[in-house]
């Protein structure tokens, strides 16, 4: 990130505790809070957006799984379902953050400031998580998810080391994009050219829009020397 210095291992250690420690105390927070911050209204509604397809996907599996336990007595489902739980709670916690966290990385923030906001974001997804506080089909109360150390253990990891993986650096495709055509003296129009697609195509990878097929976010990938990955939006990235 431009600006400060990133902030020592200790230090994010010790906002890390403090996250764990006063999460049920802290209000999530609202849209008018990160308007404030510089996200534009449009783009968290687009997060809120997809945030909500990635529950509905969750939910999806998780009525799959009740489905395959049918035959399992209610008092024992949470212990038989726990380890998939896990899985599939832990996989949204990655995504959802992740949503986030990229359009904070594309506004260029100062890293301590950028930092900041990523534990608030991983405070407000571990609340959100520590039960479950969104509605589930199944009807089953997942409320003692929240005194299971291995569930509890799993999430806080998940976010942890993705917050510790933006902290690190991780570049938005703007950063990478721009960054390619200031050393190489070009416009996205010639990039564009140099990977043999429209400019459009490289302008929605930026806003993390996929218009394109992935074997040619590869060939880009190639041009610009990074990951594909790295190009994707993070609901593709990772699949």
């Given amino acids: 990130m431009a600006g400060d210095s990133p902030r020592s291992a200790p230090a994010l250690e010790s906002l890390w505790k403090t996250l764990e420690r006063d999460w049920k105390r802290c209000e999530a927070p609202r849209y008018a809070d990160f308007q404030s911050m510089s996200l534009p209204l449009r783009t968290l509604k687009d997060i809120e957006r997809r945030k909500d397809d990635l529950r509905e996907e969750l939910d999806s599996a998780i009525l ?35 949503i986030e966290a990229k359009e904070w990385a594309g506004l260029d923030l100062p890293s301590a400031q950028f930092e900041a906001r990523l534990v608030e974001i991983g405070n407000a997804l571990v609340r ?55 050393a190489k003296g ?23 829009e996929l218009k394109c097929s992935v074997q040619t976010v590869n060939s880009i990938a190639g041009v610009l020397g990074c990951d594909a990955a790295d190009l ?8």
Wanted: proline share 5%; aromatic share 10%; net charge neutral.
């Fill in 128 to 182: 959100s998580l520590l039960p479950p506080q969104f509605r589930l089909t199944v009807g089953y109360s997942l409320a003692a998810l929240e005194y299971d150390s291995e569930y509890r253990s799993h999430i806080i990891g998940v976010v942890q080391s993705r917050i510790e993986y933006w902290r690190k650096g991780a570049r938005s495709v703007k950063q990478i994009t721009r960054e390619y055509c200031e």
């Fill in 64 to 98: 799959h799984l009740w489905g395959q336990l049918a035959m399992v007595p209610d008092s024992l489902k949470l212990l038989s379902a726990g380890p998939r739980l896990r899985e599939l709670f832990g996989a949204y916690a990655y995504e959802a953050l992740d």
């Fill in 186 to 208: 070009i416009t996205i129009a010639q990039l564009a050219h140099q990977c043999s697609v429209d400019q459009s195509v490289i302008y929605g990878l930026e806003r993390g």
């Fill in 232 to 239: 994707l939006p993070p609901e593709k990235a990772h699949t």
